[in-house]
Nanobody, 124 residues
Framework: QVQLIESGGGSVQAGTSLRLSCAAS????????MGWFRQAPGKEREFVGT????????IYADSVKGRFTISRDNAKNTMYLQMNSLKPEDTAVYYC?????????????????WGQGTQVTVSS
């Protein structure tokens, strides 16, 4: 089984930046498309973005496009989410996930493995 661990969350002020990391276990990290999701209290989990196995392709939700950047370092078995110009509406628990299917999935059901989540709180 693939194990994923998010880190880097915290409490920040609006307009600042934060970088999240997702560390994966095992040597098969490069075989998975990866994704970031988030869930605010009382709301359903929503898609943030995804990155292909090689890291060459990315897709972002409209709500974060232009502000967030996903990258990955397969040699380190790590995926990153760089979040700039943070807004209070970005407050949520952020989850990383791995998909063994096709690139481009936005639905959480398409992802096979999930991390425990890391809290991001943005204050105005």
């Amino acid at each position: 089984q693939v194990q994923l661990i998010e880190s880097g969350g915290g409490s920040v002020q609006a307009g600042t930046s934060l970088r999240l990391s997702c560390a994966a276990s095992g040597p098969t990290f490069s075989g998975y498309h990866m994704g970031w999701f988030r869930q605010a209290p009382g709301k359903e989990r929503e898609f943030v973005g995804t990155i292909s196995q090689s890291g060459l392709r990315t897709i972002y939700a409209d709500s974060v496009k232009g502000r967030f950047t996903i990258s990955r370092d397969n040699a380190k078995n790590t995926m990153y989410l760089q979040m700039n110009s943070l807004k209070p509406e970005d407050t949520a628990v952020y989850y990383c996930a791995a998909s063994g299917g096709l690139f481009g999935y936005t639905a959480e059901r398409r992802y096979n493995y999930w991390g425990q989540g890391t809290q991001v709180t943005v204050s105005s």
